[in-house]
């Protein structure tokens, strides 16, 4: 009989032991699927620069580019940081200490942008040659605007962010409102009829843009003709004289002031219409229209200020 009882005991241990192994073993595969199930989502980003792989609905972000900053403003989306060194007045609530201060547009503090360990940051043309610096620190997404074909790179842009923040559908409707506008716009320009001269006023010293330009759109997507087709095409302007814009004879004159924009004191009104500009179409006609120079130089791109230029144009009509 003790034989027996010895033996059912061994026996109940190892069904015991059995048992247990077993749920453990169960309980493993559990939490392992249960792990992966709940792993972020991920978006693979390829850009000039490089390959950026985000987590859907990163938390922490960093931007670097005010068209994107306008974009999530937009949609309601929360930041980080920002480059407080000089912020377009459109977006002026983002200079509040509650966002951090991540240096400027040309020379970021890549001290506070490692601190904040953000989950992505984005970055546009001012501060590509500093990419590897940023992909070091986080996903960083390269984004800029092609001139030459500036709505539908425009809308590749929007929809990408759409896609990264779950907001594609509130991104669609905010496209369709604009180029609702835009062709609205056209509209209006086409049946005026008129040339248009677009300048960078900076210390007294003018640079044109013309069609497929940095400011091109006045010309490409809003449909004012060109009083010169053949300028330049670069990043700082073709440089003009005074006699230039005579000669050339605007219709319209839009003017931007880099001064105001870097934050100084505007000087543009007082260069610009001197005696020889004032020989043109657009000063007798009272059609020098001096844009907004923080949105048209600092930022653009995004899903407000790209409404607020289109708004501009409208008004100057």
Partial sequence: MKKWSLLSVVFSIILVLAACGGTAKDEGKSEKASGSSESAEQITVKHKYGEAVVDKNPKKVVVFDFGILDTLDELGVDVAGVPQATIPKYLAEYADKKYTNVGSLKEPDFEAVHDLKPDVIFITTRQAELYDQFAEIAPTVYTDIDYTNYMPSFEKNMKLVGEIFGKEDQVAAKLKDIDATVEKVKSEVTAADQKALI??????????????????????????GAADKNIEVSTHGQSVTFEYIMEKNPDVLFVIDRNVAVGGETSAKQSVENDLVKKTNAYKNGKIIYLKADTWYLSGGGLKSVQLMANEIEAAL
């Fill in 199 to 224: 300048v960078l006023a900076n210390e007294g010293k003018v640079s044109a843009y013309g069609p497929s330009s940095r400011f091109g759109l006045i010309h490409d997507v809003f449909g004012f």
